[in-house]
């Protein structure tokens, strides 16, 4: 017989689907704001980059 | 150090209809409909998106994440989705879906999917995916 501290194994489903939608438009504003500076500054000629002279 | 070496990396982008995980096996996915591009008959055109990522992370963490669908002509985001992505080891490979629910284009031409994650406030684009939406010439 199964002792009362013995719990029985779990099989603990693998959580692969996630995410939440953001319809709040201050949130997605604010996304888009992040988003803006993030390109700004990937697009920084470097000091070697000839194509911004 | 750089926000984009702490946080997990973008192994596998993969734009579906549907993802479905298997019954017999853990961690096996079917993705369905995987595609490039769509062909709308008229605009906007409705279109349920999920996507598939296999994220990879060299340390242990919680890190939150971020994925966006833009249109690159009006660079604006028509669909934001949040999410965290949880590596409970070092050196640890991630499946992931999301769904994206039905998103509405409001024009044909390119969009764009981007996956950012942040750490200690900082975002770092860690990838990006194409998604062309072809007029149908049928009217």
């Known amino acids: ?53 | 150090m750089a926000t984009a070496a702490l946080t997990p990396r973008v192994r596998t982008l993969v734009i579906c209809d549907d993802v479905a995980a298997s019954l017999t096996e853990d961690r096996v996915f079917t993705l369905e409909g995987v595609r490039f591009e769509f062909v709308a008959s008229h605009f906007p055109f409705r279109a349920s998106v999920f996507v598939f990522l296999a994220l990879s992370s060299s340390r242990k963490g919680i890190f939150p994440g971020e994925i966006l669908l833009v249109n690159e002509q009006s660079e604006k985001v028509l669909r934001y989705v949040k999410f965290v992505a949880e590596f409970s080891g070092d050196n640890q490979l991630m499946p992931c879906a999301l769904d994206l629910g039905d998103c509405f284009f409001p024009n044909g031409g390119l969009y764009r999917l981007e996956v950012y994650f942040s750490v200690q406030g900082a975002n770092a684009l860690k990838g990006e995916h194409p998604l062309t939406i072809f007029a149908s010439e049928k009217e």
Request: no cysteine; glycine share 2%.
């Open chain 1, 1 to 53: 017989m199964r002792k009362k501290s013995q719990k029985p194994l779990q099989v603990v489903p693998f959580r692969f689907l996630v995410g939440e939608i953001v319809v709040d438009p201050a949130e997605i504003a604010a996304v888009e704001k992040m988003r803006n500076r993030l390109r700004i500054k990937k697009r920084k000629p470097r000091p070697n980059d000839r194509s911004a002279v």
